[in-house]
């Protein structure tokens, strides 16, 4: 009997990670008293019958004795609200929620396709935010019976105004369809969202559309169900107030034309703004467990802002790639990115599948 082994993991390595800003003396980093976050979808196995095994789970990290409050607003507008006593830094706090009520709705509903409640480029209310009275780090995990990711949550001082998304190739068609998919979620009211699109979307948008969201509301873009391996790497976010954006992919093969990996898994990252990218990123091959299918590699990803980026690997230029460019390969051993200009890398674990008896 094989099993699907929940292993994909979608880092952003950045060259100088939430450098200083060129216009302020001030640092950024990953700590902070402020965080908003949504979820895009992900598969859950039957749907229907899941709510009480699948859930949203949040880990604060406390740098010192901290009281934090989690705000949630659900699918139906409720809201509640959670105080967590963070009074131990040598601790981890965990939060657990249910999916249902705060996941965003793609077009797909875990092989329901289509759902008739999708979200996909309407407001969705759904969004949760984090306030402390001290600073601390958060991470998020969206955990599926088959299909998990986490990821790093950036606070609010540490959003912008443009993002290149880094996602991953659309899988599959008809029900056995999982979209490359971001979310855009407003952290202030009146936030004037443009949005260009590197692929025709699952609304039929192939250029650029625009939508206003208030505080708390999120908006989900997925790639079109009628293309084939539709990747929404390169699109273009661009808003008048700070956002925060959440990519990835409902269910992911990768490599996603692999003919001998079956397992499929949720990618999720929080994309940094451009203004926090750098010029170099150093990338090491994930593990891989010894009772799994031992075929295929990871990747990783060059996505650029500007044009004419010359992209180096070790030293030995690969690529010269334009605004929203990508450039792909195989991660076997430690690398080197070098670029001429700003760009963002990903590192995507390979797929894999459990080898029965082993």
């Avoid at 979820?39 to 990290?61: E, G, K, T």
């Avoid at 999916?99 to 759902?115: A, I, K, Y």
């Avoid at 010894?290 to 996505?303: F, I, K, P, W």
């Amino acid at each position: 009997m094989n099993f699907t082994s929940i292993i994909f993991v979608l880092s952003l390595i950045i060259g100088q990670t939430l450098s200083a800003l060129s216009t302020s003396n001030d640092y950024i980093d990953t700590k902070g008293t402020e965080f908003y976050v949504s979820f895009p979808p992900n598969f859950h196995n039957n749907p229907q019958s899941s709510c009480a095994r699948d859930s949203l789970y949040f880990f604060i990290v406390p740098w010192e004795s901290s009281v934090v409050t989690i705000t949630s607003r659900d699918r139906n507008g409720n809201v509640q609200i959670k105080t967590i006593n963070a009074l131990d830094p040598s601790k981890i706090y965990t939060v657990q929620y249910t999916w249902c009520d705060f996941e965003v709705m793609g077009v797909n509903n875990s092989g329901e396709l289509p759902t008739p409640f999708r979200q996909d480029q309407t407001k969705a209310p759904q969004h949760f935010s984090i306030n402390s009275d001290k600073e601390i780090s958060l991470y998020v995990l969206n955990h599926a019976q088959t299909s998990s990711d986490a990821c790093l949550v950036y606070p609010t001082d540490a959003l912008g105004k443009y993002y290149v998304v880094s996602s991953y190739i659309s899988n599959g068609v008809g029900t056995n369809f999982t979209p490359s998919q971001f979310l855009i979620l407003a952290v202030e009211d009146d936030t004037q969202i443009d949005v260009t699109p590197s692929v025709r979307t699952t609304r039929n948008d192939v250029s650029s559309f625009s939508t206003t969201l208030n505080k708390g509301e999120s908006y989900l873009v997925q790639s079109s169900q009628s293309i084939a391996n539709g990747d929404l790497t390169g699109s273009i976010v661009q808003s008048n107030k700070k956002v925060a954006v959440f990519s990835g992919h409902q269910r992911a093969l990768v490599p996603y034309n692999s003919q001998t990996l079956l397992s499929r898994d949720y990618l999720l990252a929080q994309m940094p703004p451009v203004e926090t990218w750098g010029k170099n990123a150093f990338i090491v091959p994930y593990p891989t467990p010894r009772n799994s299918d031992q075929s295929g590699d990871d990747l990783y990803r060059v996505v650029a802002m500007y044009d004419s980026t010359l992209v180096f690997v070790n030293n030995i230029q690969v690529a010269i790639l334009s605004s929203g460019g990508l450039y792909q390969s195989p991660l076997t051993t430690p690398a080197k990115i070098t670029t001429s200009k700003a760009t963002l890398v990903s590192h995507i674990k390979k797929s894999s599948s459990a080898i029965p008896n082993s």
